[in-house]
């Protein structure tokens, strides 16, 4: 018997969020930059005997078995594992099976913890039933989990960031997505980790009509909402620009002027606890701050004077955040399998 893991990373987004959604893409092209962060997501499969599959869940502590015909083809996706039977549908498994899922970051932290695990399942049960993915393949099979099989509006930055780790610029025309790896040196790398301040305030609260309000926008073709778009994406393009110059003034005012763009995309993306924070971060040093993600909660990310890290991340703590330590993550998607005495049979990766 046979046990399959993969490991991916979450991501901390910078600049150009919403951009990367292909309807959007389609009208307006976009532009991401995020990195990829060490708060993993967990997949392991294992063979077992039979033709049952086991599912468990430690982020929800939820327990589910059932025959595999019926993983595949349940057609109820909502719950604890409907991502997992959504990857069971793509990459049906022939026998028995026991999935373990497990995530590292905070839930609703806004760092792209469901993409990273649905590049998990996707590399994981690939390595199970032999179906191995390319980059590009793997990311476009975690992104169709969310949005055709579970059908929930999603951009693609995410799923990119998991699969290939270390800091990205992304171009999004429709649904074509282009990767740049930014040459970080060493020196740069450690200096973004010691500027970028991560703080989690609990569960985004986001209400459930965020999407319709902005694709009601978008398909009313709200110029408002266009120039917005717009001008999210040239941000993302100067951003880039400060990252690799090594500018983290000029980067922090990009981070600031995205978040005032994402707050005029819907009213509930900020709140007062977040409002809060960012007064604090203004009084301890933050030249700038945006929520990760789509916002209404969930982690925020500051970028701090040089000598400011240590006092900010404090004050946040404070005034009621949970500080998050990281490190960028130079690698995406690691999938390695091991046998039931325990040798490694093969280990691969994407960078």
């Known amino acids: 018997m046979s046990i ?62 059932m025959p595999v015909g019926q993983a595949i083809a349940d057609a109820d996706l909502t719950g604890p594992f409907g991502l997992v039977k959504a990857a069971l549908r793509r990459r049906p498994a022939r026998s028995g099976v026991s999935i373990l899922s497990r995530s590292e970051a905070p839930p609703g932290s806004g760092l792209g913890t469901s993409a990273a695990m649905g590049v998990a399942l996707v590399g994981a ?3 199970a039933t032999g179906v191995p993915d390319d980059t590009k393949a793997t990311a476009e099979t975690a ?24 800091a990205q610029f992304m171009t999004f025309d429709g649904p074509d997505v282009t990767t740049t790896r930014l040459p970080l040196s060493p020196e740069a790398t450690a200096e973004l980790r010691r500027r970028v301040v991560l703080v989690y305030t609990g569960h985004s609260r986001l209400s459930s009509d965020l999407h319709e309000h902005v694709v009601g926008r978008f398909e009313a073709r ?6 917005t778009l717009r001008e ?4 993302a393009h100067d951003a880039r620009d400060a990252l690799v110059a090594g500018s983290a003034g000029e980067l922090a005012r990009c981070v600031a002027a995205n978040w005032e763009c994402q707050k005029a995309l819907y009213p509930g993306i900020t709140t007062d606890e977040i409002e809060t924070l ?44 949970q500080s998050l330590r990281y490190d960028v993550a130079e690698s995406g998607l690691l999938t390695w399998t091991r046998e039931a005495d325990g040798q490694s049979s093969s280990v691969s990766g994407m960078a």
């Open 4 to 65: 399959h893991h993969a490991r991916t990373p979450t991501r901390i987004d910078l600049a150009g969020g919403w951009t990367d959604v292909p309807r959007f893409a389609e009208e307006v092209p976009g532009a991401v930059l995020n990195y990829a962060i060490t708060l993993y997501s967990h997949v392991r499969v294992e063979d077992v005997e039979g033709d049952r599959v086991m599912l468990r869940s430690l982020d929800f502590d939820e327990t589910a078995h």
């Open 125 to 127: 049960l690939g390595r």
């Open 143 to 166: 992104v169709a989990l969310e949005t055709e099989e579970l059908r929930i509006l999603s951009g693609k930055q995410d799923h990119y960031a998991s699969t290939l780790g270390g």
């Open 222 to 227: 709200d110029a408002g909402l266009l120039a």
């Open 232 to 235: 999210i994406a040239a941000i």
């Open 278 to 321: 960012a007064a604090t971060g203004r009084r301890h040093g933050a030249l700038g701050m945006k929520a990760c993600g789509a916002g209404g909660g969930g982690c925020l990310a500051f970028i701090a004077a040089d000598g400011a890290e240590g006092p900010l991340a404090d004050a946040l703590q404070a005034a009621g955040a």
